[in-house]
């Protein structure tokens, strides 16, 4: 049958790591359908601008699909909604839970800094009410048949409770192959608070076109140095006031937990040290995981409230646990508070407070991006003058950083999952910075045996078939 059409172009709205947004246009025949994976917000220093722009006309999107609940892939749904998209968004039942309060809280801050640069509102509170009206939960591993043509699956993954690595299977009437896409969205291959079950046969059985993701695809696993807990017990050993940032989802209640098992391993270091936990958004999410254990959304590998430490106290909600009072108190304590990167939140309060005594450590638990306070504090040497917050301090307190608990796999896990697959056709790389994504691209050549690799930015979009790779083509949007 000649000029027969039925194929997908897969487009990147982004450039490195944030902003995560690949609308895909369906062809068959005549009829075009536009979908997209992931809607998030752009948070590299510069890129805010194109946080207003999408390269699709958003009442053209059919559909979106969520892979997880972060921002850097959920927080512009709601301007999405707001400049016109009425279609489904389709994501798994636990982000589902949790993703509303994560956009209320995102509309806060977008409002917050509007506000202070003079700026027009991405979003507010309505358009996220009206986003969570579009917004269906599935379980995983059941096939979503979202219209005529195409099958959804979201299938488990590591990187975050509700996360999920999606399936697209696209058929075209009279086609005997379907097109079959595999986003990997963030991921992981394991979980401190959950087994990762491996991806089902049916699935790594079947001819994929896979975007993977790169974020650590420059870094293999046995690079990575753990000195989270050495630099913990050094500290109370010390008798310092220890202020540990942690990302309110995930990171905040993996924390919990390892201070609790090191309490239990080593309680002499841990004697009399009050543990304070602080942060809103970060109680929510804990008191989330209780309830989601509860109703045997989630498996975890522990009973509910197993992973706190034992006598933590919640700031502001606990008696003896007033933030104004830990501030000014001398004494060895551990706090364990919002946000990640240390420049909201809490750790807005705590780090200016503590930076310049030397009895005193941070440490930061994740990736600090460009303008946060651990980014600056990594950049400033010991003994120099910080600017923080609007004061100038002089660092004096030990600063400390740990890769250890990311959420991410390494390039050889990655390609350990990527390996899975027996019948890869093509694959498209995202999510990194550009030059990380160049080289885990050569990695794949060289050790999954696809013929091609295409890097997903701003520059090429890629056509597939069922038998993969097509051609790349110039984006329209740059
Ligand atoms: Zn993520
Ligand atoms: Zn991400």
Redesign the pocket.
Known sequence: MKGRKFYVDVMQDSAEVTGSFIPCIVKIDDQTIKFAVDCGMYQEKGYEEQNQNFPVIPENVEFVIL????V??NGRLPYLVREGFRGRILTTEVTKRILGRALRDNAKVISDTSKRKNKQVLYDTQDVSNTMALVEGYGYNYPVRVNDNITVTFIPNG??IG?ACVLVQIHCPGESKDINLFFT??YNSKNMFFKVPPVRKWITELPLTIVTESTYGNMDSSQIQKCFRKNILQALKQKKTIIIPVFSLGRAQEILYVLREMKHKYPSYFNEVPIYYDGKLSFYYTKKYFELMDEGLVHFYFHKKAFIPEDMKYVEIDEGACRDDIVKDWKCKIIVTTSGMGSYGPAQTYIPAFIGKPNALIHFTGYCAEGTFGHTLKAAPQGSIVEIGGSKTIKRAEVEYTNEFT??AKADELLKFLKKFKNPQFIMVNHGESQTKDIFADRILQEVGVENVGILGREYFYRVDQNGFVKSLTSKFL
């Open positions: 892979t997880h609940n972060h850097d892939h990187h975050l996360a969205g963030d959420a991410h």
